[in-house]
Structures are given as structure tokens and as C-alpha cells.
């Protein structure tokens, strides 16, 4: 069966039609070619990897699996959640996985789509050697880092291994085909991303498109007293409470942050504030 006949049996059979850039994405990936896919969040970068098995099996003829390389447990167990409801076979490893016998069941090939975090597949030792052996290291077609400008933003110390991912090469078949999605990475970005994932700058194929959110605008106005401003927040929250809008307010320093946080607290009921958190202020120190 050709790519686009099994395009339109998984459309089929999961009641729901692919998108445009996921079309361009997966029809690459069968191609064989690494792939960089930046697309809007909610856009729905994960339907891309989460057929690859079924489509692979569609146009081969033989099974196939794609690892998933997440950065948050929660994240890894609600996508393996939506996707056992879904009738496709995925699990999870790391810290969060209790179950032993998981390793057996993942290097027999049990699983179409196994979640990893960059510490478990790439530090020697139980998972990784999951990686290494058996059918699925021989089904293995397909590497995805999902999240991958978390590369650049953590790579060099915080998740150093994030920076090492390119060593995945190391272990997984020759053909296997590296695929990066992000909904955020500037060209210079996807430039160090590639890079990090030792995929060929002038042969991987970009999938791309420009977040449009018609409900989001952006305002710059010119105001003497910020309080003032806002005045129409506090309005909302005194009158609304808990049913008022949600909102982030963001300032320029921790000074101003704290006073704009002394207004609000000040003109609301101290009682009503504690026991309903209707404002909060939080910061974060630059390096």
C-alpha cells in the first residue's frame, strides 16, 4: 500500500482527517528523510508520531516502531493514556515505571510507540539496554524529540543530557529517521537544534507554520499611573471574585511586580484574598 492509501485507511479507521503539515511531516518521514516540524501548539504535533507505527505497517508491510523522547512525566503518561484508549500500544519508561516486566515487553516489540525521558535512554544501565536489543531495536524506524527547543533551553546544564541526545545514533539502526517538533524555535534555533541531533543541515526537511491566534492581540499604550490601567482587573475581581477573568500581568522588575501586587491586595478584602487566591505574585531571577 502507498503512503497516501494509508493516509486515508488510518483517517478511516480513527474517524478524523490529517491536517496539511502533518501530511507534509509523515509523507517525509516515509521518505526516509529527518524532519524538523514546527507547528502551533494545539496545531496537533503529537497525531503526526502517534500514527507513524500504524502507517508504517500500512506501507511496509512489516512492524515498526518510533521512540518518543518527552521532557515531563505527566506529559509521557497522558499521551500513553489517550493512546491505549485509542487502541494503539504504548508505554513508558523511567523512574515513574514500576512495573518490571515492561523491559521484557518492550524489547520483545510489544509496543508501537515507547515514551522516554533523555536521562533514561541515554544514561548506561536497565533502559537503555531496553534500546539496544531484541525486535524492537530491529523495528526501531523512528526517533522523535518532542519539545526540542528544551535542547537549547536546558541542554547545557540543567538537563545536560538533552545536549547529548545526539548519541541516540549510536544505538538505533542505521536508517532510523530523526524527527524534532517544536512550537517554538527561531531559525538560528532550528540551526543549533539540528546540530545537537546530528542531522544533515541541507537534507532535513522543514515543516513549518507560522502561529496565527485571531483571539490574541498585541497593544502598546502610553500610561502616566499603571494602576490606573488596570483599575478595570480590580474592578473584575471585586465584583466577580472567583468567577472573574484570569489574568497575567507582567512587569518589567521584581519592584514593580511587588507594588502592583500591594494595590491589588490592599483594595481587596484582606479575608475574602486569603481564603479564595484571587491574586498572586510570582518572579523569576535572571542569570
Not at 181 to 200: G, N, P, S
Request: charged share 25%; glycine share 4%; hydrophobic share 40%.
Amino acid at each position: 500500500m502507498d503512503v497516501v492509501n494509508a493516509l486515508k485507511t488510518i483517517e478511516m479507521k480513527y474517524a478524523f482527517n490529517f491536517k496539511e503539515k502533518q501530511l507534509e511531516a509523515i509523507k517525509y518521514i516515509m521518505e526516509g528523510k529527518d524532519t524538523f516540524v514546527v507547528l502551533p501548539t494545539g496545531y496537533g504535533k503529537s497525531k503526526i508520531y502517534s500514527h507513524l507505527p500504524g502507517i508504517h505497517g500500512l506501507v511496509r508491510d512489516t512492524p515498526g516502531t518510533v521512540l518518543v523522547i518527552s521532557p515531563l512525566q505527566s506529559l509521557m503518561k497522558d499521551q500513553v493514556s489517550k493512546l491505549s484508549k485509542m487502541g494503539i500500544s504504548a508505554t513508558l519508561v523511567g523512574e515513574c515505571q514500576s512495573d518490571k516486566n515492561i523491559a521484557d515487553m518492550i524489547r520483545e516489540g510489544i509496543y508501537q510507540l515507547v515514551f522516554s525521558s533523555p536521562e533514561a535512554a541515554l544514561t548506561p544501565g536497565f533502559w537503555r539496554r531496553c534500546f539496544t536489543t531484541g525486535i524492537f531495536h530491529d523495528n526501531l524506524f523512528a526517533v522523535v524529540v518532542d519539545e526540542a527547543h528544551c535542547i537549547i533551553e536546558w541542554g547545557d546544564d540543567f538537563r545536560p543530557e538533552y545536549g547529548n541526545l545526539a548519541h541516540l545514533r549510536s544505538i538505533v539502526p542505521d536508517k532510523t529517521v530523526f524527527i524534532a517538533m517544536t512550537a517554538t524555535a527561531t531559525k538560528e534555533m532550528r540551526r543549533r537544534i539540528i546540530k545537537h541531533l546530528d542531522m544533515c543541515q541541507s537534507e532535513t526537511q522543514t515543516v513549518c507554520m507560522l502561529p496565527e491566534r485571531k483571539n490574541l492581540m498585541y497593544v502598546i499604550k502610553k500610561s502616566r499611573k499603571q494602576t490606573d490601567e488596570l483599575h478595570w482587573i480590580l474592578a473584575d475581581l471585586l465584583e466577580n471574585k472567583e468567577n472573574a477573568k484570569k489574568t497575567i500581568i507582567y512587569c518589567r522588575n521584581i519592584a514593580a511586580c511587588a507594588n502592583l501586587y500591594e494595590h491589588f491586595y490592599i483594595n481587596i478584602d484582606d479575608t475574602l484574598n486569603f481564603d479564595s487566591r484571587l491574586i498572586a505574585m510570582l518572579h523569576n531571577r535572571r542569570k
